[in-house]
């Protein structure tokens, strides 16, 4: 169970039992990403469940003073809860940081973690979201991005993990670099799955690999920033990866064709790119 969901179960069970179960979803999903990225303060922890607090009680022919006692009482009776629905939202959040916790085996043995580590680091991206939002509600929106991230977290078998989301676009890590390619090819596939039976929409998937640092659950490094620009040049509906993957990666169950020498925002020199596939049956060597 993902650590948004499970942190909405208890708010539920401590007495908003008036408040609709999308609410929680979505507000328990805020609270931990909050806890994730407090530096960003454009974040408000009302704004995720503010609308289904508004849909919950407004109720037809209301007035500004029957809607606004209204929330007083409900107000008096949920902030009590606040303190709890918090501390418990903190909690499973802090439980996914340890599991997220990784060391070597020599690091560990010397009682630290290491100052950085050999990863593979993949973005996915949904082609044309922000211009979808021309075309479709808010809530269709939100359940693409929403869906992205389950796919994710569905293709992400360890040692691959999903870091983040942010809007339309997924982070996975691995100091596996076949199994986060693994992962990659498969979220792609799950997702042309998706185009082909609903509205959602093409992803453009790229991979980098190198030596990050991580802090609080996040990774940085130079192929974080690589992979991020790597997923920029990729087509819809393809992953693209640089030469140090499909090295790491060999050839006996992917087919690789040249993408060119390309020059990258923020990234010194040329960058040698390739597209990837899983080989069929009859190619596999």
Not at 19 to 41: D, L, N
Not at 56 to 70: F, G, M
Not at 102 to 118: H, I, M, N, T, V
Not at 162 to 170: A, F, L, N, R
């Amino acid at each position: 169970m993902s650590s948004w969901a499970s942190c909405a179960r208890p708010h539920r069970r401590a007495g908003w039992r008036s408040y609709p179960w999308s609410g929680y979803w979505w507000a328990a999903r805020g609270a931990t990403r909050w806890r994730r990225w407090p530096s960003r303060p454009r974040w408000r922890p009302s704004c995720s469940s503010d609308g289904a607090f508004a849909a919950n009680y407004l109720q037809e022919e209301d007035d500004e003073r029957r809607l606004a006692l209204r929330l007083a009482e409900a107000s008096r009776k949920l902030v009590p809860l606040l303190g709890p629905a918090l501390e418990h939202a903190l909690m499973v959040q802090q439980r996914a940081l340890v599991r997220q916790a990784s060391a070597l085996g020599s690091s560990l043995q010397e009682g630290r973690l290491p100052d950085s580590q050999e990863v593979a680091i993949c973005f996915a991206d949904l082609v044309g979201f922000t211009g979808m939002g021309e075309s479709v509600d808010a809530g269709r929106l939100g359940a693409v991005a929403a869906r992205l991230e389950e796919l994710a977290r569905d293709a992400a078998q360890p040692p691959v993990r999903v870091v983040k989301t942010i809007g339309d676009e997924v982070m996975l890590q691995s100091p596996d670099t076949r199994a986060l390619l693994d992962a990659a090819l498969s979220l792609l596939a799950a997702a042309e799955a998706e185009v082909a039976d609903e509205e959602f929409s093409q992803l453009t998937i790229g991979l980098a690999q190198g030596e990050a640092i991580q802090r609080g659950g996040d990774w940085f490094g130079r192929p974080v920033n690589l992979a991020s620009r790597v997923t920029d040049r990729a087509r819809p509906d393809s992953v693209l990866v640089t030469e140090p993957v499909k090295d790491a990666a060999g050839e006996e169950d992917y087919r690789y064709s040249f993408a060119g020498d390309r020059k990258l925002k923020g990234v010194d020199g040329p960058v040698k790119l390739f597209r990837v596939r899983r080989r069929s049956g009859d190619e596999a060597e």
